[in-house]
T-cell receptor, first 112, second 115 residues
Framework: SQQGEEDPQALSIQEGENATMNCSYKTSINNLQWYRQNSGRGLVHLILIRSNEREKHSGRLRVTLDTSKKSSSLLITASRAADTASYFC????????????FGKGITLSVRP | DAMVIQNPRYQVTQFGKPVTLSCSQTLNHNVMYWYQQKSSQAPKLLFHYYDKDFNNEADTPDNFQSRRPNTSFCFLDIRSPGLGDAAMYLC??????????????FGPGTRLTVL
C-alpha cells in the first residue's frame, strides 16, 4: 500500500511552542501535500511540495521532504489554539490516476 | 467565493433505506471525488470522476453508486445503507492533475447516521 504513516499519532503542546509532525510513505511520489481537518469539517489544503523540492514555507508552516528516506515533516511555528486539528499527509505518484493517498493523520492539541 | 458545497450537512436514514448525498462546485474543476471517513481514520476514496469518466475503487462496495450529470454536480447514492455505512462523506474537487498536481478542495462533508 502507498498509504503514508504519520507520527506521532497525537501531539499535545502549549500555545507558542512549535509542533513537528512526520510522515513516511512507501513508493516514489510526484508530490506530497499536507491537509488540516478541524473536527467535523472537511479537509483544507495547507501546502504542496514537489518531489524535486526539499523545503517549502508558507506563513508559519515549514515542510521538508527527503525522498531518499521517503519522509516529510510539517513544522508549525508559534502554535495557536486555533491550530488544534487533525493533520494528514497525502501523496500522489506516477500511475495514481488523479488520486491522492492519505495517511492516518495526527491529532494536534494546542493548549491555551 | 468559489467553493465546494455539500448537502445536507447531516443526514439520518434507516437501515436499508436508499439515500442520496449531493455535492456541487463553483470551481469548474475537472475531477470530483467522493471519500468516506470514519472516526479517527483517514479519508477513504470511494470513486472519482475525471470529467465524465467514472473511476471506481476496487474495494468500494456495490452498494455505493455515483452520478455526475454535469461539471458542477456529483451525487453519491447508497442503495441499501447498513450500520457500517455511518460515516462522514466528503466531496472534493481538483483541476486537471496533468497540468496542476492533485491539490484537492474539500466540501464540509455530510455526516450520515444509519438507524
Amino acid at each position: 500500500s502507498q498509504q503514508g504513516e504519520e507520527d506521532p499519532q497525537a501531539l499535545s503542546i502549549q500555545e507558542g511552542e512549535n509542533a513537528t509532525m512526520n510522515c513516511s510513505y512507501k513508493t516514489s511520489i510526484n508530490n506530497l501535500q499536507w491537509y488540516r481537518q478541524n473536527s467535523g469539517r472537511g479537509l483544507v489544503h495547507l501546502i504542496l511540495i514537489r518531489s524535486n523540492e526539499r523545503e517549502k514555507h508558507s506563513g508559519r508552516l515549514r515542510v521538508t521532504l527527503d525522498t531518499s528516506k521517503k519522509s516529510s515533516s510539517l513544522l508549525i511555528t508559534a502554535s495557536r489554539a486555533a491550530d488544534t486539528a487533525s493533520y494528514f499527509c497525502a501523496t500522489d505518484y506516477t500511475g495514481a490516476n488523479s488520486k491522492l493517498t492519505f495517511g492516518k493523520g495526527i491529532t494536534l492539541s494546542v493548549r491555551p | 467565493d468559489a467553493m465546494v458545497i455539500q448537502n445536507p450537512r447531516y443526514q439520518v436514514t434507516q437501515f436499508g433505506k436508499p439515500v442520496t448525498l449531493s455535492c456541487s462546485q463553483t470551481l469548474n474543476h475537472n475531477v470530483m471525488y467522493w471519500y468516506q471517513q470514519k472516526s479517527s481514520q483517514a479519508p477513504k476514496l470511494l470513486f472519482h470522476y475525471y470529467d465524465k469518466d467514472f473511476n471506481n475503487e476496487a474495494d468500494t462496495p456495490d452498494n455505493f453508486q455515483s452520478r455526475r450529470p454535469n461539471t458542477s454536480f456529483c451525487f453519491l447514492d447508497i442503495r441499501s445503507p447498513g450500520l457500517g455505512d455511518a460515516a462522514m462523506y466528503l466531496c472534493a474537487t481538483s483541476r486537471d492533475p496533468r497540468t496542476s498536481g492533485i491539490k484537492q478542495f474539500f466540501g464540509p462533508g455530510t455526516r450520515l447516521t444509519v438507524l
